[in-house]
């Protein structure tokens, strides 16, 4: 009976550690399986980087650049102007003429309004002038190319008026003239040569054209 017994607790004791070591092997096999990641294809993983890196950043814009803006020419100045005056009609007792500039530098440069002008004796000191602007033509930009031409219309009298006398000229002649550019201030020399300007040296000018 004791033989019995003893032989029934082996086998159990031989069952008991059987089914141990089976649940040993198992919980062993499902903590490696817990603590090591899938696997993951490294040519999926790559594909995945650049297929993201491709829809995150645009492709660069095409390379363009931009023309160089154009530079407006600057004023007309005396340094590069040469100016003239030229009688054009007579009658009445009326005088018409015209001053004449022209661009004798390498670029261009433009003109905008009227310029400024004082007749001069044979010693330089100043004859009675009076400039009076009118708007036929008005001011108006005109671009002047090298050698280009602008052009202000003149217009004065040869009666003499108020006390001006009436035997011998009625103003001091004038060889030369000084005439200054719109917006500048140094002057240019020109022969004048046009006979006296009564009514006190008034003349009538306009603002430079195109000629």
Same mark, same amino acid.
């Given at each position: 009976?004791?033989?019995?017994?003893?032989?029934?607790?082996?086998?159990?004791?031989?069952?008991?550690?059987?089914?141990?070591?089976?649940?040993?092997?198992?919980?062993?096999?499902?903590?490696?399986?817990?603590a090591s990641?899938?696997?993951?294809?490294?040519?999926?993983?790559?594909?995945?980087?650049?297929?993201?890196t491709a829809?995150?950043?645009?492709?660069?814009?095409?390379?363009?650049?931009?023309?160089?803006?154009?530079?407006?020419?600057?004023?007309?100045?005396?340094?590069?102007?040469?100016?003239?005056?030229?009688?054009?009609?007579?009658?009445?007792?009326?005088?018409?003429?015209?001053?004449?500039?022209?661009?004798?530098?390498?670029?261009?440069?433009?003109?905008?309004?009227?310029?400024?002008?004082?007749?001069?004796?044979?010693?330089?000191?100043?004859?009675?002038?009076?400039?009076?602007?009118?708007?036929?033509?008005? /001011? *108006? &930009?005109?671009?002047? =190319? !090298?050698?280009? %031409?602008?052009?202000?219309? @003149?217009? #004065?009298?040869?009666?003499?008026?108020?006390?001006?006398?009436?035997?011998?000229?009625?103003?001091?002649?004038? /060889? *030369? &003239?000084?005439?200054? =550019? !719109?917006?500048? %201030?140094?002057?240019?020399? @020109?022969? #004048?040569?046009?006979?006296?300007?009564?009514?006190?040296?008034?003349?009538?000018?306009?603002?430079?054209?195109?000629?």
């Amino acid at each position: 009976m004791r033989r019995r017994t003893l032989v029934a607790c082996g086998v159990l004791a031989a069952s008991l550690t059987a089914c141990g070591d089976a649940q040993t092997a198992a919980d062993q096999t499902a903590l490696s399986t817990t603590a090591s990641p899938p696997a993951t294809s490294s040519s999926t993983s790559q594909a995945g980087t650049a297929a993201g890196t491709a829809a995150g950043t645009p492709p660069p814009p095409p390379s363009s650049a931009a023309p160089p803006a154009a530079t407006d020419p600057g004023r007309c100045s005396a340094a590069v102007l040469d100016g003239r005056v030229e009688p054009t009609d007579a009658g009445a007792g009326n005088r018409y003429g015209k001053l004449l500039v022209t661009n004798t530098g390498a670029g261009p440069c433009t003109l905008n309004g009227y310029s400024g002008l004082q007749l001069l004796a044979a010693d330089g000191s100043q004859v009675p002038t009076q400039l009076e602007r009118t708007a036929d033509p008005g /001011p *108006s &930009a005109v671009t002047l =190319p !090298p050698g280009g %031409t602008a052009v202000a219309n @003149l217009h #004065w009298t040869v009666v003499a008026t108020g006390d001006e006398p009436v035997d011998r000229p009625c103003e001091p002649e004038a /060889p *030369s &003239a000084a005439a200054v =550019p !719109p917006d500048e %201030t140094e002057p240019m020399r @020109l022969n #004048w040569g046009l006979g006296p300007v009564c009514g006190g040296g008034k003349i009538y000018i306009s603002a430079f054209y195109a000629a």
